[in-house]
């Protein structure tokens, strides 16, 4: 059982406090409720820019990072469709350093037009290096639009389009900056050698002053159902013909979405998972093959992806992946798979949660899915899946109609 503490500043800063004294050391995560999915369609991109702009200084403290080596610390960020995660693991004699240096660019960053062009190089280089110039690195640029039409899980963190970071403006920075970079739009979380108490005591210290702002409407699309199956066909030059399956799933608080990832633990968990024994080691259709759920907080999706041995058709590759899901709307799983999923899961969790910093970025989470106490009761949703909830849920979700399948060939054998 993981206790905590809860507060919550006049500003609108929630603050969550985790006491391991087990440990020498703090981990500090503050988690912003921004992701790529309160971007433009045409000015995709702009959340994750920020993760990097985020780190380019501030009038104040130019560099962020100096400060926090000089202090024996570590950070790093990350941004998905849904937040924004800044994170610091710092000596618990040297954590007001992290409160110090995380109010300052919550109160504003260098907006100057040389760090704009500095950090949207960066991340230019990032979408040309991971998506373009990458085997395969395009996929997922084909299959989210192909599965959304109107949500914006339309495109992924990095963006739909390079353009669109190369076209950022110091105005669109600045707007994006104070509509969604505020103590109102934050959640402070902290675990590990500090009291409650001290950590309620150091974020008035640093944060109180920070004022509320408004923060934009967000007013997000629902995507219709799905009800005809979507079929995309591209040629790339990879080494191998690959193919991408996606099925619409409920969202992240659904009583579904605990049956849906097991579910894909069943298919791909690990050497002993349906896809890979059966289409891999039995079948040898594919060279590697996985699935699994994008646990966004709207409607995600349950993805099945793999490379082709040579010589394999994908449309056969794609019949046996169809037969596979038929076989789980047609039968139960065997007790012995659904209590070997179950424990992988546990033992799995148990393990995460020993980590401080996993703990401080989970309540944070957590917190914003409107219940903190998530991260001590859901394993416990999960193994109450019985085999009658995987078939009810593999029948309504994993059917053709649902489906939106990427064929990604290889051209290589054409020269």
Request: contains cysteine.
């Amino acid at each position: 059982m993981i206790k905590f503490s809860r507060f919550c500043l006049d500003n609108g800063l929630r603050i969550l406090v985790h006491e391991d004294i087990s440990t020498p050391l703090v981990a500090m995560s503050i988690l912003y409720d921004v992701g790529s999915r309160d971007e433009n369609r045409e000015a995709t991109g702009l959340a994750h820019l920020f993760e990097h702009l985020m780190f380019g200084g501030t009038p104040g403290i130019p560099e962020y990072d100096k400060h926090l080596q000089l202090a024996g610390g570590e950070n790093n960020a990350f941004t998905t469709s849904d937040i924004t995660n800044y994170y610091i693991t710092l000596p618990k004699e040297n954590i007001e350093t992290g409160f110090w240096l995380e109010s300052d660019r919550m109160n504003g960053i260098d907006f100057s037009r040389k760090n704009l062009e500095i950090q949207k190089n960066v991340v230019i280089e990032e979408f040309k290096q991971r998506y373009l110039n990458q085997p395969y690195g395009d996929a997922m640029l084909l299959l989210r639009p192909l599965a959304y039409k109107v949500h914006p899980y339309h495109w992924p963190t990095i963006g739909s389009d390079i353009d669109h970071i190369k076209n950022a403006g110091l105005k669109n920075i600045k707007d994006f900056f104070f509509s969604h970079y505020a103590p109102n739009n934050a959640i402070l979380s902290l675990t590990g050698n500090i009291t409650p108490w001290h950590a309620l005591r150091l974020t008035k210290k640093w944060f109180e002053n920070i004022e509320k702002r408004k923060i934009s409407p967000r007013q997000l699309p629902a995507e219709p159902e799905q009800t005809k199956e979507r079929i995309r066909t591209v040629k790339r030059d990879v080494p191998a013909d690959a193919l991408y399956k996606a099925w619409h799933i409920g969202p992240r608080n659904s009583d579904d979405f605990f049956t849906m990832d097991l579910i894909s633990d069943l298919l791909a968990g690990g050497e002993s998972g349906r896809l890979e024994t059966k289409l891999m080691r039995e079948k040898k259709i594919f060279s590697e093959i996985d699935a699994y759920i994008t646990s966004e907080i709207d409607p995600g999706l349950l993805i099945i992806n793999g490379k082709l041995m040579k010589g394999i058709d994908l449309n056969t590759a794609d019949e046996l992946i169809n037969k596979l899901i038929a076989e789980l709307m047609e039968k139960y799983p065997s007790p012995y798979e659904m209590e070997k999923v179950k424990n992988k899961y546990e033992s799995a969790h148990v393990i995460r949660n020993s980590d401080i910093l996993y703990k401080a970025m989970n309540l944070s989470y957590y917190e914003l899915l409107g219940n903190p106490d998530l991260i001590n009761t859901e394993v416990e949703r999960y193994l109450k899946t019985d085999k009658v909830m995987v078939l009810e849920t593999v029948r309504r979700y994993l059917v053709q109609t649902n489906c939106s399948t990427l064929f990604y060939k290889s051209s290589r054998d054409e020269k």
